[in-house]
């Protein structure tokens, strides 16, 4: 079997329609028509567009599992025991165990809340991260900052099942959001545990960590106020790894990039309206 698997190489049924992240992050018309159809973002069940927000990302949890399902796999396969530890790979090849039984979860809960794969986009993004040639930056990419993000997400859809009278949503997303937490605590005690003589390696890590999570910070989509789609879950977090300085300063970028998004939104209503008063 091949190592380094390419993400362009991914195995995917004609069901998948595949999108590039920039697409769905940066263009700024979608910032603008999200403003104007979906008012304020947080999910919540008085909120525009709720019940369409809240399938459309469930769809994004699950096609997320799948490549974190993938993610793991590789890091068990495609590295030797000098370079990971038997240990290491035991805790992949158990979060495998745990992806698979997400996937299956997520599957049946899109069918709960009146959707199908392929109803919404795959982005490749998060398989991407675990594509990294170092193990201790996939586990950073990753465990750190896209699991650390799905913790945020599960926490988020849990109360938005809670608030909406949906206990199969809420009892769902609770049961994943446990295995996430653990996840990311073994992210965050690897990466110690690796990078204990080597400083410097520690730090590329958490700087690619960064890099992660700004690009799924930016529109807003995770921080602390009502603009943000999901909330940041500090306890959960706290009990991951993460210390208050690490969670402060997501919050931090979580507002700059808010504040960005807001302006890119702006720009392109008012681009938008000028097109519309010169037809």
Not at 76 to 103: G, I, N, V
Not at 174 to 192: C, F, I, N, Y
């Amino acid at each position: 079997m091949k190592k380094f698997l390419a993400e362009n190489e991914l195995a995917r049924d004609d069901r998948f329609v595949r999108t590039n992240i920039a697409d769905r992050l940066f263009d700024p018309r979608g910032a603008a028509l999200a403003q104007r159809n979906t008012g304020p973002a947080k999910m919540a069940v008085d909120r525009p567009a709720a019940a369409e927000r809240s399938r459309s990302l469930m769809h994004g949890i699950f096609v997320g599992e799948i490549q974190a399902l993938e993610g793991a796999g590789r890091t068990c396969y495609d590295f030797d025991l000098d370079e990971t530890p038997l240990a290491l790979k035991l805790d992949m090849a158990r979060q495998c165990w745990d992806e698979s039984r997400h996937c299956e979860i997520s599957i049946k809960l899109g069918d709960h809340m009146g959707t199908e794969i392929g109803a919404y986009t795959e982005s490749t993004f998060l398989f991407a991260a675990a594509c990294n040639p170092d193990p201790v930056l996939r586990l950073c990419g990753v465990n750190r900052a896209l699991e650390g993000l799905a913790i945020d997400v599960f926490s988020s859809m849990k109360d938005f099942g809670n608030e909406s009278g949906d206990p199969v949503l809420e009892f769902c997303e609770d049961w994943m959001l446990a295995d996430e937490v653990t996840h990311v605590k073994m992210g965050s005690d690897w990466l110690r545990k690796i990078t204990a003589d080597d400083p410097e390696r520690r730090e590329r890590a958490l700087d690619f960590q960064r890099t992660v999570d700004s690009i799924f910070n930016l529109g807003g989509f995770r921080g602390e106020d009502d603009e943000n789609v999901i909330q940041l879950a500090r306890k959960f977090r706290s009990l991951a790894g993460f210390t208050d300085a690490e969670n402060d300063s997501l919050a931090d970028l979580a507002r700059e990039s808010t504040e960005q998004a807001r302006q890119m939104a702006e720009a392109a209503t008012a681009a938008l309206d000028q097109s519309a008063k010169g037809q």
